[in-house]
Each structure stands twice: as C-alpha cells, then as structure tokens.
C-alpha cells in the first residue's frame, strides 16, 4: 500500500528562472536543422546550406574550434558573418579539485549574464580508468528533486539547462583534458590509455534528467553523431529517479542506456528517500522499465541502489530486490554512500556490502560494488558549487585566477 500523495511541493521544486538567450547566442547545442536555419538567417542561399552545416559540425563538434577565424574551409566573409551574430561559447572552468585517484571535478560558469545575480554554475566530475574516462554531466541547476541522500536535493532548482549547456560541459571538458586532435593532455591525473580522455558520458550530475527532456534529448543526439564528437549510445547512460511519463519516450527518441536511482524496495521507504516515488511508485517504475524500448540481455537497465547503514541493506531487502526485478534485463550497481555535510545517513559496513552483493549475484544478476572515487574531493554532486557560493567575492576571483593560471 502506497502513501498518499499530499505534499506535492516537497516530491518537486518549482524552477525559479527561466533562461534568457544572450543577444548573441553559441552555436553549441545546435542541431543540424538549427544550423541550416541560423545560416538562413545570414542570407546563406539554400542550394549551400546542407555543405556549409557540414563545415560547421566538424569544425564545432569534431575539432572543437572556439574561433570562428579557425574554420579555414569557410569563407571569410561567411566567418566574419557568423562572429557578428553568433559565438562558439561554453561553460568556463572557474573551480577545479583533483583528487588523489584522478578524478576531476569542476565548477562550470554558464555563457551569458543572469542579471542582478551571480552567473549560474553547475558540476561536471570526470572520472577516468585506465582504458575509459567517464564523464558525469549536469542537466539542471539545482534539481527538481528532494532525495534525502543527495546532497543536490538540498539546493534550490534555479532553471533547466539548455541543449548547448549540456553539450557545452563535455566540450569544456575536452578542452581541459586536451581530448581534441592534436590536444595536449595533462600530467597531474590519471588519463585513459587510449585515444580518447572522453569514452562514457553518465547523465548523473546536477538535475534530473527526464524532467528537462527535450534540451536532454537534444543534446545526448548531438553528442552521439558519428561525425562529431561520436560517442556511442551503448557509452551514454541516462539516470533517472523514476519520472515514469518519460522513460518510454527516452528509450524511443534516445535510444541510450538506462539507469534506475531505485535505493529501496519497499513504497514506505522509497516514499522517504525518493520522495518522487509518492507520484510514482515502485510498481509504476518497474512496469516502465520492463516496457522500455529495446531491453535486453544486451541492453540491461542499471538499477542504482546506495547503501545506508541500517536502512536498506539488510539481506531481506536483498532478496526482496531480487523478486523486484524478475523478469527485467538488468545489473544492479552498489553504491557505498559517500557521507557530505549535513548528510543524516551513513554507509553500509563493507561486510553488509558484501553478503547484499552475494545475495543478488547468486541470484544471476551482476551486482558491482562501485569503487567509491573523489571522496578526498567530495565528489558528491552540488558539494564544490555549494561550498563556493560560501565565498567572498574577493575568494571567488583568487579561485578564478589559480584556474586561469593553471
């Protein structure tokens, strides 16, 4: 039996702002049709504009320029046109934290100016293997969300994040990690042994994902055309907290991978952790998941389940999960909790970790513990945002200039 819904503000927030596009707007995050059009608008002739949106998407998404100057296949006319009324804008840099296992964390300032307030920021965190590097990437700031586990839940949502925004925080990671051609890599990290710094993108950072669905979707296609910065569906994983509307049309209109923040097995309980799940249960969530479009043993939903000591990681919640998710291609990923301020959870003992694990794999699933990374960072989404909102000014522009330095 499932609580009633009552307090609809605590299950979501409402957005405080709404974005305003910059009199000149970056062209990053344009899709190819949205290019067509914006060469449209400078007097392109039609007959040009399929070659020149090709130009385009390499010199943007290929090569990464940040100058139109660069694009040297372009006309000079057409680039001093395009620098009169477009930029090749992304997020900036203005924190970085590296930690002792090379994960990266940044804070990212948004192109464009938010007036009467301090610019909008969001968190991107890397983090590499030696064969892959994986990029967690932000859809919000802030979040819709009120997960009593996360420390982003916390925050207030300011607004959705445009597709160039999205895009952007992979494009100003690459630039930062040198991963375009000819790029130079940096020496203070770990850094994939392969040709790419960038292999994996995980929608997991600030935000929920599914309830910023078309800039989402916008950007993930952008980010998976073989033409441009090519990363392949099966490398791009979307996490939701069960916004059961829009998984079917995420399967449909994406074609990603899935994953599933489930944490509990029980309604009462999930009620508590994710309060979303009081519009949503956990047999909503299950059947749209069984429902998503191209599930298989090849394309299995990854179920999230963070481990809080002495709340759901008993070996009856173990068993339970099992029984949950018969019949769902699927892998179940263990997550330690990693503790932040203020944070009224702790994690599992590593023991209990580790016979819950033993159940689910017995019982045919994959169930990987995730390698707790950047915890001498805090790595825990919204921490460095939430820690430099606490600067002075003076502070602020110190951590600018190291960056910049750097």
Same mark, same amino acid.
């Given at each position: ?212 669905? %078309? *800039?989402?979707? /916008? $950007? ?7 033409? @441009? #910065? ?5 490398? +791009? ?75 759901? %990681? *008993?070996?009856? /919640? $173990? ?7 018969? @019949? #769902? ?5 263990? +997550? ?71």
């Amino acid at each position: 039996m499932t609580l009633p819904l009552q307090n609809t503000a605590f299950v979501e927030k409402t957005p405080l702002e709404r974005y305003v596009a910059p009199e000149k707007p970056s062209l990053i995050g344009f899709t190819r049709a949205q290019l067509a059009d914006a060469l449209g608008s400078l007097d392109v002739p039609e007959a040009q504009r399929k070659m020149r949106v090709q130009q385009l998407w390499h010199w943007i998404y290929f090569r990464g320029l940040t100058s139109f100057d660069e694009m040297t296949s372009v006309s000079k006319e057409l680039r001093a046109q395009l620098a009169g009324h477009f930029t090749l804008a992304r997020p900036e840099v203005v924190a970085e934290q590296v930690s002792v296992d090379g994960t990266r964390k940044w804070l990212l300032r948004l192109p464009g100016e938010v007036q009467g307030e301090r610019p909008h920021e969001v968190e991107c965190v890397y983090i590499p293997d030696t064969e892959r590097g994986t990029l967690c990437v932000s859809s919000q700031v802030g979040c819709t969300l009120n997960c009593t586990f996360c420390h982003t839940g916390t925050q207030r949502l300011v607004r959705n994040l445009t597709a160039g925004e999205i895009v952007g925080q992979v494009m100003a990671a690459r630039d930062r990690l040198g991963d375009w051609p000819g790029g130079t890599r940096p020496t203070d990290g770990l850094v994939p042994s392969g040709e790419r710094c960038i292999t994996n993108i995980v929608l997991m950072g600030m935000g929920e994902p599914l309830y910023n669905f %078309d *800039s989402v979707r /916008d $950007a993930l296609l952008i980010m998976a055309d073989g033409e @441009g #910065i090519a990363i392949s569906k099966r490398r +791009i994983t979307l996490s939701t907290s069960g916004v059961v509307p829009n998984i079917t049309r995420a399967g449909a209109e994406i074609g990603c991978m899935l994953a599933v923040s489930l944490h509990a097995v029980r309604d009462e309980l999930r009620n508590e952790l994710v309060p979303l799940n009081r519009k949503y249960p956990i047999a909503e969530l299950l059947e749209a998941c069984r429902n998503y479009p191209g599930v298989s043993n090849a394309k299995r939903i990854t179920f999230e389940y963070v481990m809080l000591k002495g709340v759901n %990681d *008993s070996i009856d /919640d $173990a068993k339970a999960l099992v029984r949950l998710l018969k @019949g #769902i291609p699927a892998k179940i990923n263990l +997550i330690p909790f990693n503790p932040w301020p203020g944070s009224k959870y702790e994690c599992s003992d590593w023991g209990q970790i580790e016979k819950f694990s033993q159940v689910v794999f017995d019982a045919g699933y994959a169930s990987p513990v995730r390698t707790p990374r950047g915890r001498d960072i805090l790595a825990a989404c919204g921490q460095l945002k939430s820690a430099t909102e606490k600067l002075s000014a003076r502070e602020r522009m110190a951590l600018r200039a190291m960056v910049m330095v750097e």
